[in-house]
């Protein structure tokens, strides 16, 4: 992708995108009380939430977050630094055998996700086929899958795809069944920093961590739960799909 050049430093976003009104998240993450939306043009993002991020981690009320934005739709022109996967196809069983079936492009929701060292969005599984991409910077990802669902207590009604439960700090007086995510050890002042194997990914008893660097992508399936942290400042598309 042109982007993974061009988007380095957001540079080209701030020249592209400088004026336009976009929305903004802020706060810790959108489970907090505190969390609000706010529109303002991308520059003043850049210049109140990025460029002077390192001082503001510690106040949630200065972290902010451009997520989940189409912004390709509002700029159409950004379209030419990127591509919609190949990999967004589906598979599906016919007679007994594998077949793979192309998911028309219209069919395929593209956002972007752009902020400062230490956004989160919380442990949380989507309905749909996910393809996480880093154009700059880097994400560090904590994966689980489907059948710890009950250990990681899900919140109830509308927010039941999100968990309550913080991967980074498990409160198992609250939450005893967490004690599954224990077997993770994290650094979350250099979530990077960690010893992986060949591939990249550190397995645990229970689930897997992986940190994305620019030109890297992840494939999260349906019900897999996923907890990302940017490990600095961050550009990330994703691809969200449904099967058919």
Known sequence: WASIQSWRGLAKLRAVAGRRTVPIEIGRNYMQDTWHIQLMPFNDFYSRYVATSDSKQENDSMIGYLAQHDLFRQIPSLWKDVQIPRYCIVSSKTSGRPHFKSVPMDDVSTQVWIGPKGTVTPLHFDKYHNLLAQVAGAKRILLFPPTLSTSLYPYAEQQNNTSQVDPEKVDLKSFPLA??????????????????????RCTRQHGLETVLYPGEMLYIPPGWWHHVRACSISASVNFWWMTT
């Not at 004690?179 to 990249?200: I, Q």
């Open 179 to 200: 004690r599954e995510l224990c077997a993770f050890s994290l650094n979350r002042s250099d979530p990077g920093n960690h010893k992986a194997d060949g591939a990249g």
